[in-house]
């Protein structure tokens, strides 16, 4: 008689159990990878957008705004920027906040963020004059911080969120807090 080849019962639920726990210990790690990538794809995100503005003002001869949008078509300050930002040429700046106005060009729209990170800062929006500066609505210069972190557990505290400081120039400088206080 032939003998059948293949796996018995007992073989398929040893080999189901090993790779159960290998996968149990990869997960976390995964997890953690996953939640850092997202972190810095974000972080790089906002920064490229700030740049950008910055050229755009400088390129243009007039100002750019940065400022963060929950429906991207209009300024908010209510809320974090995980909720998404918009990009515009500013030509009027008729109020104390940033305002996409009727006749200003809508240059970038960025949508919400995934639901694990959270965007908090002393700033609403970010606007560049033709200098290249960072300028208040009514000409002052602005300077100020935006935190991007990360909600995900496990995740040590040097990489769980991104300070991003921008300077009375309008440069953004990058810097990992050492101490970080929990994402809120």
Known sequence: MDKCRGFTLIELLV????????????????????????????????????????SEAIKRGGRVTVCQSADGASCTVSGGWEQGWIMFTDDTRTTLAAALDVGETLLRQVPATNSNIVIT??????????DGQSHLMLGGFLAGQLRVCSTVPGLADTERARLLTINITGRVVVTKPTVTAACA
Do not use: C, D, W
């Not at 790779?19 to 210990?25: M, T």
């Open 15 to 54: 080999s189901i159990a090993i790779l159960a726990v290998l996968l149990g210990i990869a997960a976390p790690s995964f997890r953690e990878m996953t939640a850092s990538s997202e972190l810095r794809s974000v972080s790089n995100e906002l920064i490229t957008t700030l740049a950008q503005a910055r």
């Open 121 to 130: 800062g002393n700033m609403t929006y970010v606007s560049y004059g033709a």
